[in-house]
């Protein structure tokens, strides 16, 4: 199947900082791709949908100017933590459909462990 | 809105034996797909079986098999001759046929599944 890379896999802080995750559809466009966030022995919570050359749209209590999102290639999708704290502490995970339709199937990166100390 | 419902938030099962995963969900749309994925220690989300809500033959993938009962709108999961790799936390989803290419997945909970040897 298609292959979806994200990077850093985990990635350590100091709170204040922002750190960058990148996610990149390895051998496929992806107009479309989605960030989730996940805590230890739960559900993957979406965060935002990213398509490419418009702004991500994000759901209902996750902090748009605190998690940005840039999909500025058919490729590659960003997540910015800014000033993180370490209440971001969490595992980030995207996911990018391979097909522009819904019936096109989602990839998962490896995910991104973030530690704000 | 869409809910997936997983009631159960542990299972155990002997290597060799069969277990059922159970996963309800609840939507008022007719054309949806439904999903299992697993999420191995590794974090790295594993698509393992799929099902389109008009066909009425329920999916089939090795050992993995699905009861989808759509009147009832149920979709378990029957893991057969358990293996020790199967240990992980399985996650039903559900993402509707609407919204083109940002349709995205709704989650449940998940269960931890452990195999014993």
């Known amino acids: 199947g298609a292959v979806v890379s994200q990077h850093p896999s985990w990635v350590i802080c100091k709170s204040g900082t922002s750190v960058k995750i990148e996610c990149r559809s390895l051998?496929?466009?992806?107009?479309?791709m989605f960030w989730y966030r996940q805590f230890p022995k739960q559900s993957l919570m979406l965060m935002a949908t990213?398509?490419?050359?418009?702004?991500?749209?994000?759901e209902q209590g996750v902090e748009k100017d605190k998690f940005l999102i840039n999909h500025a290639s058919l490729t590659l999708s960003t997540l910015t933590v800014t000033s993180a704290h370490p209440e971001d502490s969490s595992f980030y995970i995207c996911s990018a459909r391979d097909r522009p339709v819904a019936a096109g199937e989602l990839f998962f990166g490896e995910g991104s462990r973030l530690t704000v100390l | 809105a869409q809910t997936v419902t997983q009631s159960q938030p542990e299972m155990s099962v002997q290597e060799a034996e069969t277990v059922t995963l159970s996963c309800t969900y609840d939507?008022?749309?007719?054309?949806?797909?439904l999903f299992w994925y697993k999420q191995p220690p590794s974090r790295q989300m594993i698509l393992v079986i799929r099902?389109?809500?008009?066909?009425?033959q329920n999916a089939t993938e090795n050992r993995f098999s699905v009861n989808f009962q759509k009147a009832a709108k149920s979709f378990s999961l029957k893991i057969s001759d358990s293996q020790l790799g199967d240990a992980a936390m399985y996650f039903c989803?559900?993402?509707?046929?609407?919204?083109?290419?940002?349709?995205?997945?709704?989650f449940g909970k998940g269960i931890t599944l452990s195999v014993r040897p």
């Open positions: 989803a559900y993402r509707s046929a609407l919204d083109g290419a940002n349709s995205k997945l709704t």
């Open positions: 099902q389109e809500a008009y066909k009425q």
């Open positions: 051998d496929f466009q992806a107009t479309t």
């Open positions: 990213s398509n490419e050359g418009s702004k991500a749209t994000y």
């Open positions: 939507t008022s749309e007719s054309d949806y797909y």
